[in-house]
């Protein structure tokens, strides 16, 4: 079945959001690249350009995040809980301008079924660099006003679509640091029977700090990952 896409017209808007969306917006003006990791896009301009959506609603508990799950088959980060998104296309537009919007947009529909019409998008982040899979991304940042059913469109693409409360990411108890047999440290969330690690944990992590979100937690608490991570 041919999709038909519904992300033509993109703005970025911070008119209605709910107040407690207003710390999120304060960090996303003021938040410089560093702040967010030390991998930062290449100055000779390589990696691929990709978005991510990176996606508040309002649930049951509260405020939450859209997650996906990476289907296994895939060749990069197969297996990884992530945020909706993927590399830009050439009907994206320019990833100087508003392509990377389209593309998040884009790649959520496609990956999670989500109706681009019922997100608000209210910011976009520096861009940063995955130097394993040489990915530049552009995290933009949704407010899902109009909620819609979502779910796995594509099982080769994505095993599954969930939610996860703001109030699980703040948990101390769901927090953990994940350490890399090569040596490499980073934040780790336990929620929603996954291990939520990696650039999509370090985009979470940073976000709840410099909103004023982040709890204290246990930073010697430690999961340990294979080669294959």
């Known amino acids: 079945m041919t999709r038909v896409s519904r992300t033509k017209g993109v703005t970025v808007s911070k008119d209605g959001l709910p107040s407690w969306l207003d710390p999120v917006v304060r960090a996303v003006e003021t938040i410089e690249p560093l702040q967010l990791s030390r991998f930062l896009p290449p100055a000779n301009g390589a990696g691929r350009q990709s978005a991510v959506l990176v996606l508040f609603g309002e649930g049951e508990r509260g405020p939450e995040?859209?997650?996906m799950e990476r289907a296994s088959s895939l060749r990069s980060h197969a297996g990884q809980p992530s945020f909706p998104g993927g590399a830009l296309?050439?009907?994206d537009g320019d990833p100087k301008g508003d392509g990377p919007l389209r593309?998040?947009?884009r790649e959520a529909e496609e990956e999670t079924g989500l109706?681009?019409?019922g997100v608000q998008l209210f910011g976009v982040l520096p861009k940063?660099?995955?130097p394993v899979s040489g990915?530049?991304?552009t995290p933009v940042l949704g407010w899902w006003r109009e909620p819609t059913p979502v779910g796995v469109v594509d099982p080769n693409e994505t095993a599954r679509v969930f939610t996860v409360p703001v109030a699980d990411l703040t948990d101390p108890d769901n927090r953990a640091t994940t350490v890399h047999p090569s040596g490499h440290r980073g934040p780790a969330f336990l929620v929603e029977s996954a291990l939520v690690w990696g650039f999509t944990a370090g985009i979470i992590d940073r976000i709840l700090h410099y909103a004023g979100w982040e709890r204290p937690w246990d930073r010697e608490k430690q999961v340990p990952l294979d080669w294959r991570a």
């Open 65 to 67: 995040l859209l997650l």
């Open 115 to 117: 109706d681009p019409s």
């Open 135 to 137: 990915f530049v991304v």
């Open 103 to 105: 593309a998040a947009l």
């Open 89 to 91: 296309d050439p009907e």
């Open 128 to 130: 940063l660099y995955i």
